[in-house]
């Protein structure tokens, strides 16, 4: 069965810092992944997707960037945190949307102070 | 306007009571739709998938999809106090990007 590691759970970080937050896919090969970004009492905004290795694209310009440097590896990373980078950060991904639609994973949650 | 539309709530009623829970969308060419759990502090999980207009059934959730008004609807029968949760409806077109549009999610509180 298919099952999506995201790590760390929780995460605290002084502004100005670097960040890298990994997604990892098993069970499965050449899924599309997903990075959303959920904001207290916010919906879902939707950072960036990739539908294969070294293809990402993305949605909102801001001071975070992806990569996928294996088929089942999503990362997200920043070079230098900003206080409007905290929130709760969901890697999914997805097969066959039609059939299964995404599969989140437990979330990271981002503090930066 | 947003794709999809949802009530934040939040939207509290007691235990045992039928919930409805509600999206509007404006595209014409999503043709799949979803509903989300999600509890605090975790992810959001599948909990109904439909495709087109019609109804779904799943124990004590139901589904239902209205094409010709674009709105669509999640039921509770007999809520109990564990579906406390926010619920995210969703919306996808049946294209090449397999990008879901999410609504803002409802606060649904069940009061035992």
């Known amino acids: 069965s298919q099952t999506i590691h995201q790590w760390p759970a929780t995460l605290v970080q002084p502004v100005g810092s670097p960040l890298s937050l990994e997604c990892t896919v098993e069970g499965t090969s050449n899924p599309n992944l997903y990075w959303y970004r959920q904001a207290a009492g916010r919906g879902l905004q939707l950072l960036f997707y990739?539908?294969?290795?070294?293809?990402i694209s993305s949605e909102v310009p801001q001071n975070l960037s992806a990569s996928r440097p294996q088929d089942r590896q999503f990362i997200l990373s920043s070079k230098k945190l900003l206080l409007s980078d905290s929130g709760f950060y969901l890697c999914?991904?997805?097969?066959?949307?039609?059939?299964?639609?995404?599969?989140f994973g437990s979330g990271t949650r981002l503090t930066v102070v | 306007q947003k794709e999809v539309e949802q009530d934040p709530g939040p939207l509290s009623v007691p235990e045992g009571a039928i919930v409805s829970l509600n999206c509007t969308y404006s595209?014409?060419?999503?043709?799949?739709f979803m509903w989300y759990r999600q509890y605090s502090r975790k992810g959001p999980e599948l909990l109904m998938y439909?495709?087109?207009?019609g109804n779904k059934e799943d124990g004590r959730f139901t589904a239902q999809v209205d094409k010709s008004s674009k709105y669509i609807s999640l039921f509770i029968r007999d809520s109990q106090p564990s579906d406390s949760a926010t619920y995210l409806c969703a919306a996808w077109d049946g294209g090449a990007t397999n990008k879901l549009i999410f609504g803002t999610g409802t606060l649904l509180a069940v009061q035992p």
């Open positions: 990739s539908v294969g290795i070294g293809q």
């Open positions: 999914a991904w997805a097969g066959t949307v039609a059939n299964y639609g995404y599969t």
């Open positions: 595209n014409s060419a999503f043709q799949y």
């Open positions: 439909t495709y087109s207009s």
